[in-house]
Every structure is written in C-alpha cells, then in structure tokens.
C-alpha cells in the first residue's frame, strides 16, 4: 500500500537479507536492516542487462562479518504512487572505511 507524503521523495522502505532461501534474522527476530542503510540508488541502463543498485551502509553491529557474498537482498520501497519490490545480490564491496572504535561505512554494489 502506498503511503501519503509530506515532502517531495517521500519513501518508506525495508531490506531483508536472505540466505539459502530463509530470512536472516538477529536472536530477537529482527530481519529489517534499514537502520544500518545511509543511503542507496537504484539504476538501470540501456548498456547493462539487469538494474543496479548502491546502498552506503553505517555498520555499528558487525554486519559485514555475516555477510558470505552468497545472499539475496530484498528491498521493498513504498512509494506515494506505486510500491515495487527488488531482489538483488551483491557483487562487490567498497570504500570500506572506520568512521569510529565502532562503527564502518562501506558501499555495497548489488545487481
């Protein structure tokens, strides 16, 4: 269901991690990671076959160490016209960088 906006833009959105078909979850069940997500984009182009996307993610919980390069993401994003839903997997990881003791900001590539 779309939502109602305040501002141009306006979005709402969840992202889920899943492995070997099953939804990773943290011990208390949480799956939705939009708080460690900065920021992302999304886009296609005529000269590649699939849409892309960059999520710059602010890592203060060791997310990265989860990660085996074998997971699906799914990020749904409700818009103020329509919703749509991406599944896409991560082919790269970058700008890797220590923003304090415990936190690290990284770009994720998906395809």
Same mark, same amino acid.
């Given at each position: 269901?779309?939502? /109602?906006?305040?501002?141009?833009?306006?979005?709402?959105?969840?992202?889920?991690? *899943?492995?070997?078909? /099953? /939804?990773?979850?943290?011990?208390?069940?949480?799956?939705?990671?939009?708080? *460690?997500?900065?920021?992302?984009?999304? #886009?296609?182009?005529? +000269?590649?076959?699939?849409?892309?996307?960059?999520?710059?993610?602010?890592?203060?919980?060791?997310?990265?160490?989860?990660?085996?390069?074998?997971? @699906?993401?799914?990020? &749904?994003? @409700?818009?103020?016209? *329509?919703?749509?839903? *991406?599944?896409? &997997?991560? #082919?790269?990881?970058?700008? &890797?960088?220590?923003?304090? +003791?415990?936190?690290?900001? #990284?770009?994720?590539?998906?395809?």
């Amino acid at each position: 269901m779309t939502i /109602k906006r305040q501002n141009v833009g306006d979005i709402d959105f969840t992202l889920a991690v *899943y492995r070997d078909g /099953k /939804k990773l979850q943290t011990g208390s069940g949480n799956w939705d990671l939009r708080e *460690y997500i900065a920021g992302f984009e999304i #886009y296609e182009s005529i +000269q590649s076959a699939t849409i892309e996307a960059m999520m710059i993610v602010s890592d203060a919980g060791g997310l990265i160490g989860a990660f085996t390069g074998t997971e @699906k993401f799914e990020l &749904r994003i @409700k818009g103020t016209v *329509y919703d749509r839903t *991406y599944w896409l &997997r991560s #082919y790269e990881i970058n700008s &890797r960088s220590r923003s304090s +003791q415990n936190n690290e900001v #990284y770009i994720v590539n998906l395809a």
